[in-house]
C-alpha cells in the first residue's frame, strides 16, 4: 500500500469514529446532544474552557457565558390536540433544526426530555443576553404548527418560557 492510500484510510477511520460519537450522544429524534451528554461531559469541559480562557481587559463589553433553559409551554395540551408521533415529528424535530439554525456551532443544544430544552452559549457580550433571550423566543415562535384534527383547535403559536443563567468571570 501507498503512503498516500495509508493516509486516506486513517482520515476515514476517524471520521468514522467522530460520527460514531456523535450519533451515540445524540438524541434518535432530533440530534441535539442529549441530556447525560450535554450534563456530564460538555458543560463541565465548556466551564472550565471559559473559565480558563484569560479577560480581554480592554474589552468594553465582557464576554459572559449563558445557560439558557427552554420548557415549551402547554406541551400536555400539544399531546392532546395532536398524536404523540405529530409532535415528535411537525414539532420538536423541526424545532431542534430550526434552533440549529438560528445559532452558532459551538453553541450546545440540548433535550432534555419531552418540553425541556437547555442551549449552553460562549463568548456572549454581556450587553447582548437579553438580546439572546428574545432571539430564542422569536426562533420557537417561527415554527408553523401542524393542523389539528377535525374539531381541534390549533394554538396560533409554539410559546415557552426562557430562563438565562450568566456566568461571568
Not at 432530533?30 to 473559565?51: C, H, N, P, W, Y
Amino acid at each position: 500500500r501507498s503512503l498516500l492510500s495509508i493516509l486516506d484510510h486513517a482520515a476515514q477511520v476517524v471520521m468514522l469514529e467522530a460520527e460514531a460519537e456523535r450519533t451515540q450522544n445524540t438524541d434518535d429524534l432530533t440530534g441535539l446532544i442529549d441530556s447525560q451528554t450535554f450534563v456530564a461531559k460538555r458543560m463541565e469541559v465548556e466551564v472550565q474552557q471559559f473559565l480558563a480562557t484569560p479577560e480581554d481587559e480592554a474589552a468594553e463589553d465582557e464576554e459572559v457565558m449563558v445557560w439558557a433553559e427552554i420548557d415549551l409551554d402547554d406541551f400536555k395540551a400539544l399531546n392532546t390536540i395532536y398524536d404523540h408521533a405529530t409532535v415528535d415529528f411537525q414539532i420538536l424535530k423541526p424545532l431542534a433544526a430550526l434552533l440549529r439554525e438560528a445559532f452558532r456551532e459551538t453553541d450546545f443544544i440540548c433535550l432534555l426530555g419531552g418540553d425541556e430544552l437547555n442551549i449552553f452559549f460562549r463568548g456572549v457580550k454581556k450587553s447582548a443576553v437579553t438580546v439572546l433571550g428574545q432571539r430564542i423566543v422569536d426562533v420557537i415562535h417561527t415554527l408553523h404548527l401542524p393542523e389539528p384534527s377535525a374539531g381541534q383547535f390549533k394554538p396560533d403559536i409554539l410559546t415557552a418560557s426562557v430562563g438565562l443563567h450568566v456566568m461571568d468571570r
